[in-house]
């Protein structure tokens, strides 16, 4: 008798345990969740991120607060969540910068993108722009060049993430030409520069560039994805300025740490592909210039194989050495 208790007591425990992480997800999220963000405020990625938490807030009924780690091309955010509990209630939204291109950046990184993380979903894909400050009186892709050739080594370029620095060197590169390049922390610190003269150009978001262009801040000269953007339609393309080829789109996308049970993974990914699916984000972005992109944990963690690979060959042929 007492050895048929404690098969059924076992059967029981194994069972419990079993159900164990459908039940968290079907409570989840029990509390506040923070989703840690790599970049400054005030350009698209901090804008898209704040826009998804209040849909998600929205969604159920737990406050999504928005946490700003910033430092090492977001290697502090995405090294902050790969230490959290793996319980849903932290998340990183990451990019290709903190997932594909910093392996290739620098020697030794204080996590590993696909050990360290669960992939839940992509969100959105955004071009990047180039833009100038206005001391340097130029008023195309072809005359900045022209000047950077005329004045070697002179010129400075900004970058903030890993994509504005590997979209630079590579335009750098492509172009011939010699210039100085300058890290920020943030693309609000370089914008101000810019403005203000001490940095020459600066591939950015385009929300944050494009915005600064209209108003008259600096010059926008061309826009890095393979075709115009429509909300602004005279802005050319790379390509079609001068650089035959040139395409540089960044993919922003949602993880969380390693281990997180698969049930709330997926009804992590399940919530925010409704909304990135929804008008009202399609809507949202547009103003920034971005374009929705949902996904799921399987297509994310193939996205992220490949772009390793892609990003590898980028920085290599840039000439970037890791720091």
Known sequence: MHKLLDRRTV??????????????????????????????????????????????????GQPFIVEAKQGALGGV????????????????????????????????????????????????????????????????????????????????????????????????????IDAVHVPYKTSAQAITDLVGGQLHFLVTD???????AQGGKVKALAITSSRRVPAVPDLPTMAEAGLPGYEFVAWLALFAPAKTPQPIVQRLAELTNQIVRSPGMEEYLAKMYALPFPGDPESLRALIARDTARWGALVKAAGIEPE
Do not use: C, W
Request: glycine share 8%.
């Open 11 to 60: 059967l029981a425990a194994g069972a419990a345990a079993a159900l164990a992480p459908f039940a968290h997800a079907q409570t989840y999220p029990s509390r506040v969740v923070s989703i840690i963000v790599p970049f400054g405020p005030g350009n698209a990625y901090d804008l898209m991120v704040r826009y998804l938490a209040d849909r998600l807030r929205d969604a159920t």
């Open 77 to 176: 955010a995405a090294s902050y969540v790969a230490r959290a509990q793996p319980d849903g209630h932290t998340l990183l939204f990451g990019a290709n910068s903190t997932h594909a291109a910093n392996v290739h950046l620098f020697k030794k990184l204080p996590y590993d993108p696909v050990a360290d993380f669960v992939p839940i979903t992509t969100l959105a894909t955004i071009p990047q722009v180039l833009v100038v400050s206005p001391a340097l009186k130029v008023n195309s892709l072809q005359e900045l060049i022209a000047l950077a050739k005329s004045q070697p080594g002179k010129l400075n370029y900004g970058s903030s993430s890993a994509t504005g620095r590997i979209a630079s060197e590579a335009f750098r590169q492509q172009a011939g």
């Open 206 to 212: 385009a929300g944050l560039g494009v915005a600064q």
